[in-house]
């Protein structure tokens, strides 16, 4: 037994969203909708690359105070 909405959608689920989203939004906004979903994506992707960059800023400022303290301790 096969699942229609299984863990990644196939050829015949795609044709069904696909189908839904027309029904759903109208042919006329689906590049509007594109566009938008491609911009909010972009954005998520920018947040969550500064979020990592701020990350590993701190784990290098963390280990270069514990450089410092353990020159300190060995001095």
């Not at 096969?2 to 015949?12: A, H, R, V």
């Not at 109208?26 to 500064?50: D, V």
């Given at each position: 037994?096969?699942?229609?909405?299984?863990?990644?959608?196939?050829?015949?689920?795609?044709?069904?969203i696909l189908l839904?989203?027309?029904?759903?939004?109208?042919?006329?906004?689906?590049?509007?909708?594109?566009?938008?979903?491609?911009?909010?994506?972009?954005?998520?992707?920018?947040?969550?690359?500064?979020?990592?960059?701020e990350l590993r800023?701190?784990?290098?400022?963390?280990?270069?105070?514990?450089?410092?303290?353990?020159?300190?301790?060995?001095?």
């Open positions: 037994m096969t699942l229609l909405f299984g863990m990644l959608p196939g050829g015949p689920e795609m044709l069904v839904i989203v027309v029904l759903l939004f109208g042919a006329n906004k689906l590049p509007q909708l594109a566009r938008s979903s491609g911009q909010a994506m972009g954005e998520f992707k920018k947040g969550r690359e500064e979020i990592e960059h800023e701190a784990a290098a400022d963390a280990d270069a105070d514990a450089a410092v303290e353990e020159s300190k301790a060995s001095a």
